[in-house]
């Protein structure tokens, strides 16, 4: 019998399908370290982080109109343009704000299902079942937020991923060390092997004592985070009051050599200050 030769055709291309393709949500670009590129990175893990499932251009988009209503509104109010650009630049940044604060909370969250969620693991690899399934299994029983990137997780797992890379996109997403530790001790388990339930149960253990131990840092610290804030705060509140009292309070004080300058190296001295406050509870936010 002759052998048959069995020709392998490449699968053509189909564009009346693309639609179905998922659009790229973000707009930084891998391997560029640029401050542009960190400022889209930034933006592209808030709107990951934040569990927003909006897109990105629309937050956009809401920035813009939101920077245009606020500036409006102050401009009908006032009828000063310096009121009205200040006006507009809050009004710019403001659903960011509201992003940070929901990120904020789902991350409080996430880190406060942990501890349960990996006890529950432990219970579920007792009856002995393979790492995968005891994922499988937790993620049907855990409630969002964390139930839902479990989720992801274990329909990753299905589709074929790897479990260390699709541990390491659950960190990601969620954007808490906690869980990125979880990512690690799995993954190293399933390369050396050992006893998953004492690992887990360790895990556990570990995790409790930094919520304990963050909880007495946060009521430790909470009157200088409040200081912080207010600094931060009462200046542009106080500005923003003596311009609504008397509309032309900011034109008056700009149009003086003394009352420019001090202007100017007070709003040079709160950014700096601002900068500085926000590294320090950036650093704080990462110890979750």
């Avoid at 009205?84 to 960011?96: H, I, N």
């Avoid at 704000?97 to 904020?104: A, Q, S």
């Avoid at 329909?155 to 790897?162: A, H, K």
């Avoid at 995790?207 to 963050?214: A, G, H």
């Amino acid at each position: 019998m002759e052998n048959e030769t069995v020709t392998t055709l490449p699968i053509p291309l189909r564009p009346e399908f693309a639609g179905i393709l998922r659009d790229q949500l973000e707009f930084s670009r891998a391997g560029i370290s640029s401050t542009e590129e960190k400022i889209n990175r930034w933006y592209d893990d808030l709107i990951l982080q934040s569990g927003a499932s909006i897109h990105p251009a629309v937050v956009l988009m809401l920035c813009l109109l939101s920077a245009i209503t606020f500036g409006g509104i102050m401009f009908v109010v006032q009828e000063n343009l310096l009121s009205a650009a200040m006006a507009t630049s809050l009004g710019g940044v403001f659903p960011l704000g509201v992003l940070m604060m929901v990120r904020m909370n789902r991350q409080n969250k996430i880190l406060n299902q942990t501890p349960a969620m990996i006890e529950e693991l432990a219970r579920a690899a007792k009856t002995g079942r393979s790492l995968e399934n005891c994922l499988l299994m937790v993620a049907q029983d855990t409630p969002a937020p964390l139930g839902t990137e479990l989720q992801l997780c274990a329909r990753r797992l299905q589709m074929g991923v790897s479990i260390r890379e699709a541990l390491q996109q659950l960190s990601y997403r969620t954007g808490l060390v906690s869980l990125n530790i979880l990512s690690m001790a799995l993954s190293v388990h399933q390369q050396t092997g050992g006893d998953l339930v004492h690992v887990l149960e360790r895990l556990s253990r570990t995790i409790r004592d930094r919520l304990m131990f963050l909880g007495r840092l946060r009521a430790a610290t909470i009157a200088s985070r409040a200081t912080a804030i207010l600094m931060l705060i009462v200046p542009p509140g106080i500005l923003i009051f003596f311009m609504v009292r008397d509309p032309e309070y900011f034109t008056n004080l700009m149009a003086a050599e003394w009352g420019k300058n001090l202007t100017i190296a007070a709003v040079f001295l709160e950014f700096i200050g601002a900068l500085w406050i926000m590294r320090i509870l950036k650093n704080t936010q990462r110890a979750l």
